[in-house]
């Protein structure tokens, strides 16, 4: 890979690569040099077909009477795939059960059969444009995975791997990309363990793993990265499940392999500054050893949305809002989604920029263990615009939250922390966008910000990073068709 960047030796060196500042946004990128990055990896070779669709009654009927196939399409269409197409003009935009900055869409899905009924064991890659799975590996390969899971998850049925394609984000945005891939890989799992809870499956949700042994088990090659595993079991071991194979059954006839597709491969990856990512890539892999339960997510997932029916409705219908009406949101409404946030348990306190609460003054506050300290009263939506990146759409928002970890509570030797605390950013936001949908409100995640100025504006040390935030208020009445204005094109460079 192409080095053109001398080699970091701090915690903040490692993080300023991920940090906006302005006439320098997107310095380093490739957006206007080489073409857009494929958005999808393609295998060619036999495949298991799944249905393109489970939202129809009798695709909701009980869970003890589905095959393997069944209940892998129950878990990975809601949780992984496209659930709509807009159009704009003679373009088309797939819109999918999860966000992506800039539509980029980095994350790809790999499955892991131990035991599933009549599916073959095996390393699966999921084609979620095909509803299909491509068969990378035979047998209980699934057993590679044993150095990245706790002795107890180590007998799962199936597990689900997600990976991120950074040059899908970084070719737009640069080192920052790699930041986006982690969030947008915190959605799809938010969604993965709402969908599997409520099937009522059993399931543990790394967020930590040894990425290089599992990326060469999945065969991946350098530009591309194992971030997150998900192990669920989705049988009763007590109970005698006639899908779920006994330890005398014969082996299951072993299909073909599929192969990746070559002309897939982008030689202009290779133009770009790898080293920064690479850099940090290294710490976080130094900072991994013995699989425990700080590699887990440190989510706890909302009481609502048990019911299958329910969710997949909020997943389908869940947008990324584009423009909001200048209005005060209920107090009631502000309450409900405070409560939400802090019962989820990732951060015990928090920032709100608000711009139009019932009840509440115009401010900047901050939230911790639910109570509200106001650091400074005022309309603060210009500013709020502003800071992140002059996105027109915040300044009408009624509330930008903002979300941060404390750096100097993470040791040396955890920094790999720093990695899940953005994957599990992005769980929050896939959260608070489900409970906006629920509510019949708007919310975007936001990433593009000015650190430095938007730490100064809610009085924080620099040891705190800004993790993401998120611009929640009121739709206007024709939203769907608002399309919005890019911070890159906002932002985009001088040549």
């Known amino acids: 890979m192409k080095n053109m960047t001398k080699s970091m030796t701090t915690a903040a060196d490692h993080l300023s690569i991920f940090q906006y500042r302005r006439g320098r946004e997107y310095e380093g990128n490739r957006f206007d040099l080489s073409p857009r990055p494929e958005r999808f990896k393609k295998y060619n070779g036999p495949c298991l077909r799944l249905k393109t669709s489970v939202y129809k009654d009798e695709g909701l009927r009980s869970v003890g009477g589905l095959t393997g196939r069944e209940m892998l399409e129950r878990i ?74 706790r002795e107890a998850d180590r007998d799962a049925d199936v597990y689900f791997i997600l990976s991120v394609v950074p040059w899908r984000t970084c070719w737009k945005y640069s080192h920052k990309g790699y930041r986006f891939g982690l ?4 959605h799809v799992a938010a969604n993965f363990q709402l969908v599997l809870r409520a099937l009522g499956f059993r399931f543990s949700a790394y967020t930590s793993l040894h990425s290089a042994e599992v990326g060469e088990l999945l065969q991946l090659d350098e530009y591309e990265m194992p971030i997150a595993i998900i192990a669920s079991r989705l049988y009763d071991p007590k109970a005698d499940d006639p899908a779920k194979p006994s330890a005398t059954d014969a082996p299951p006839l072993e299909s073909p392999i599929s192969r990746k597709c070559r002309h897939s491969e982008d030689p202009d990856i290779r133009l770009f500054d790898w080293e920064p990512i690479l850099d940090f890539q290294r710490k976080v892999e130094l900072s991994v050893r013995e699989p425990s339960d700080r590699w887990l997510t440190q989510l706890s997932l ?27 949101l209920a107090a009631a409404e502000f309450r409900a989604m405070l409560t939400m946030i802090f019962r989820l348990g990732l951060h015990s306190s928090f920032h709100a920029i608000v711009h139009g609460v019932e009840g509440v003054r115009p401010g900047v506050y901050r939230y911790e263990y639910g109570r509200p300290v106001c650091l400074s009263e005022g309309n603060y939506r210009e500013t709020s615009s502003d800071i992140c990146l002059g996105q027109a759409f ?16 993470i040791p040396e030797d955890e920094f790999s922390r720093y990695q899940q605390c953005s994957i599990d950013g992005g769980m ?68």
């Open 76 to 149: 990975l269409l809601p949780s992984f795939g496209v659930t709509s197409v807009k159009f704009h003009g003679h373009q088309s935009e797939m819109l999918w059960s999860f966000p992506s900055a800039g539509g980029c869409y980095p994350v790809e899905i790999y499955v892991a059969v131990r035991r599933l009924g009549e599916v073959e064991p095996g390393l699966y890659y999921y084609c979620a444009l095909e509803t299909s799975l491509y068969k990378l590996a035979n047998g209980q390969a699934a057993g590679g995975l044993a150095p990245s899971l």
């Open 183 to 186: 969030l947008d890989a915190g």
């Open 302 to 328: 909302p009481s609502e949305w048990t019911d299958y029916g329910r969710l997949l409705q909020l997943i389908i219908e869940r947008r990324s809002s584009s423009a909001y009406t200048r209005c005060e």
């Open 394 to 409: 915040i300044r009408d928002c009624s509330v930008l939250f903002v979300f941060s970890v404390d750096a100097s509570h």
């Open 428 to 495: 929050l936001g896939q959260m608070m966008y489900l409970k906006s949908q629920e509510m019949g409100l708007g919310f975007s995640i936001i990433g593009g910000y000015y650190d430095e100025e938007l730490r100064e504006l809610l009085q924080l040390p620099p040891t705190h990073q800004i993790v993401c935030a998120g611009a929640w208020g009121r739709n206007v009445p024709d939203a769907a068709s608002v399309r919005k204005n890019d911070r890159y094109q906002l932002n985009r460079p001088q040549r």
